[in-house]
């Protein structure tokens, strides 16, 4: 018996050709696939939010192929820049949003109804840092002013509704001053500039406190204290009601459902492996997936942005006056 081993050239030549077609063609694919997906950063890269935001990003990349996400920072315009940014291609892109997100859509610069949550980062555990006030006493301590000049990043925001909250309790007049951002606000203000409260990073406090000894911190703007000075109580201690400083990244309702739905699973895997410990020490954020019961993208912000929305309409002649 015979076996014919023998293979014609041409017929091995085809197949590694074909096989070798194959395997271009497929990693052809593979690298088309990665399709990139623009997150229109609201804040500057300055800001204690842009590094824990960049590692979530990082991390998502890491852990698939088929989208690829970056970062442009757009800020200014209280939110609305990015948000306009991003609606030039809504297939691709994406942007964070913060509480001025309702004031701006009550005002007419933006619908409310084009954009849907797709991630939530979290609240900031940010202190009321004023020069004129006792940290002891608290927010307290404000009783008896005639007027405090604010400085934020827009009307309506969580820092100017916060200083009308005080000031309905107190008697004191306000007077918010726009800034691209509260940290440009408490520079001015550990300056001598006519700056009285600001919403800001514990961490930064202590840092400008050392320059102006009259800085102090009335209260911490979330549901717990901060670590690093357990001795200020929160604003809910002191028996106040706030609006959070929240943040959550948006899509134009244009992007498909079934992309959505991918893109948040995958940034919100990508936030849990950040980290609860890194998000409070790179940025006071308090981020959801780790509270307990744990709120879903869409439940935070639907949640957050009806607090705001109840907010700025009790204080709507207040928030119209201060433009």
Known sequence: MYFNLYVQPTNLIG???????????????????????????????????????????????????????????????????????????PENRLATVAPAFVENAKVGLINEADYTPVATQGDACWAIITNIGDTKKGVASLKGQKEITVGGTGFGNAAHITSLILG???????????????????????GGENINFVLERVSNYKIFKAKNPKLQILGINCNQRNETMPEVRTLKEQGFSTPTIFMSTVANVKMPESKRNEITAILEEAQAKVGQKYLLEMADLNPPQFNKPRLSVSEFFDHRVLQMKVYTHRYERQINESR
């Open 15 to 89: 197949k590694m050709k074909r096989f070798l077609l194959a395997t271009l063609t497929a990693l052809s694919f593979s690298v088309q696939a990665a399709e990139t997906i623009t997150i229109m950063f609201g804040a500057g890269p300055s800001q204690p939010t842009a590094a824990p935001y960049r590692k979530m990003l990082e991390i998502a990349n890491d852990m698939q192929k088929k989208y690829n996400f970056i970062m442009e920072f757009k800020p200014g315009g209280n939110g609305v820049i990015s948000l306009k940014t991003m609606d030039l291609s």
């Open 168 to 190: 309905e309790e107190y008697g004191f007049k306000v007077r918010y001053i726009v800034y691209k951002a509260n940290f440009d606000a408490l520079v001015n203000m550990a």
